[in-house]
């Protein structure tokens, strides 16, 4: 019997909205998938779940630490862990939302036990990244660890730094240490819904999503976050629109090159949601350009094994 039900996919493609209606339907609660919204104060740009949406049903983790504080895999694991734990305690079904692949799937089967980290291999390669740019280190991961480049930004220091720390320490890739960990430990029950749009409508949904962040005030958000002392850790965090608006806060692009740039980098972080996604064990749902919330749950309701369905409320 499944424990708890995962609703997954790229960014922009209704999976917030339609967590909850799941949630409501199911009398669960959330547990948000996403390795940004965790941080306070960076609302807009990641777009938290609304006051109204998080009223109507409890959200967990989410706002957990200040972006200074930083946040790994290992944490969220142990924490998300222990609210599934104490949910489950309490026969409530929690419902794991959201577009951070890794989350997911170390909720699901764990974290793997790779080597401690090097301070000085880590070290070197900074000053690697600082010297000849992070494309560098991006370009010698796609040579000894293809398969995590295709799934990692090409922007993520902190990820591609890792990913060849491991490589340097273990003449093994990152990725097999992944595969390896996911034969040898018992996976949590688990049932993934994955929500799926054509190109067309999924790119249409990111460009309006970023049109109207940008509308609320993302550029006046960063500028907050710089002015409380945040600037360092956007920069080292990297989130999708924070550092197109630092950019713009900069002079060095206008907002409209900053919107622009926004679409695009968000259109092709979709695409590698969706290849790390199409190697889990997902169940795709393919919604039409007029499903909203309300439709969306009718399909999930109709993929739901029974384990769920006889806790379907009205």
């Known amino acids: ?51 109204e949406l998080r009223n109507r049903v409890p959200h967990h983790m989410i706002d957990v630490v200040e972006p200074e504080e930083g946040y790994s895999a290992a944490r969220y694991e142990r924490e998300a862990g222990e609210i599934i734990t104490r949910l489950l305690a309490e026969n409530k079904i929690p419902v794991v939302v959201g577009g951070s692949g890794l989350y997911i799937r170390i909720l699901i089967n764990g974290i793997f036990p790779a080597p401690p980290a090097s301070a000085s291999i880590r070290k070197r390669l900074k000053e690697e990244s600082r010297e000849h740019g992070v494309n560098t280190l991006y370009e010698r991961l796609k040579a000894v660890d293809p398969a995590y480049a295709r799934v990692a930004a090409p922007t993520d220091l902190r990820r591609i730094v890792r990913a060849l720390e491991v490589f340097e320490l273990t003449g093994a890739p990152f990725s097999g240490w992944h595969g390896r960990h996911r034969t040898e430990r018992k996976t949590r029950d688990s049932f993934m819904v994955g929500l799926m749009r054509s190109r067309e409508d999924l790119y249409a949904r990111i460009d309006r999503r970023v049109e109207e962040m940008f509308a609320r005030g993302l550029v006046d958000e960063v500028r907050r976050l710089c002015e409380q002392g945040h600037g360092r850790a956007l920069l080292h965090l990297r989130p999708l629109g924070y550092i197109e608006a630092l950019d713009c806060l900069d002079g060095r692009i ?36 007029a499903d909203e919330a309300k439709q969306t749950l009718s399909k999930i309701v109709a993929t739901l094994p029974e384990s769920f369905r006889g806790r379907l409320g009205n």
């Open 254 to 289: 206008n907002v409209e090159e900053a919107m622009r740039l926004t679409k695009r980098n968000s259109r092709h972080y979709a695409k590698r949601q969706m290849t790390w996604f199409r190697k889990e064990a997902v169940r795709w749902i393919d919604l039409e350009p």
């Open 1 to 51: 019997m499944s424990e708890l039900l995962v609703i997954c996919g790229p960014t922009a493609v209704g999976k917030s909205s339609v967590g909850v209606e799941v949630a409501e339907k199911l009398c669960g609660e959330i547990v948000s998938a996403d390795s940004m919204q965790v941080y306070r104060g960076l609302d807009i740009g990641t777009d938290k779940p609304s006051a």
